[in-house]
C-alpha cells in the first residue's frame, strides 16, 4: 500500500512563509505524478500544484508566482514552498501521487496551513 506522510503545517502571519514536505513509500516514484491538493472548510478539495517526474509543473492561477513545486526523485520527497502567504490560503494540504498521471490517486493524512495576524 502507497504511503504518503505530509509535514511542515502550521500558523503563519500573511506575507509569511512555509514549506510542505511528503515522503512517498512503498511507490515506484518514477511513475507517478505528484500534487499538493488542499480544501478549506466548506470548500471542494482543489488543486494546488503538480509535477510529473520529469519537473513539469501545473500551478492554480491563485498561487502563481507565490508557491513553487519541487521533487526530489532520489529521495521519494516532494516538496511544496509557499511564499507571501494571504489568509485565504489557509486549508488543509494534502499530497497525492497520480499513477501515470491520472485517476484519483493515493492520498496523505494532510497537513492543516493556517494563515492568520
Known amino acids: 500500500q502507497v504511503q504518503l506522510v505530509e509535514s511542515g503545517g502550521g500558523l503563519v502571519q500573511p506575507g509569511g512563509s512555509l514549506r510542505l514536505s511528503c515522503a512517498a513509500s512503498?511507490?515506484?516514484?518514477?511513475?507517478?505524478?505528484m500534487g499538493w491538493y488542499r480544501q478549506a472548510p466548506g470548500k471542494e478539495r482543489e488543486l494546488v500544484a503538480a509535477i510529473t517526474y520529469g519537473g513539469i509543473t501545473n500551478y492554480a492561477d491563485s498561487v502563481k508566482g507565490r508557491f513553487t513545486i519541487s521533487r526530489d526523485n532520489a529521495k521519494n520527497t516532494v516538496d511544496l514552498q509557499m511564499n507571501s502567504l494571504k489568509p485565504e490560503d489557509t486549508a488543509v494540504y494534502y499530497c497525492n501521487a497520480k499513477y501515470l498521471g491520472s485517476g484519483p490517486g493515493y492520498w496523505g493524512q494532510g497537513t492543516q496551513v493556517t494563515v492568520s495576524s
Open positions: 512503498r511507490i515506484i516514484f518514477s511513475m507517478y505524478t
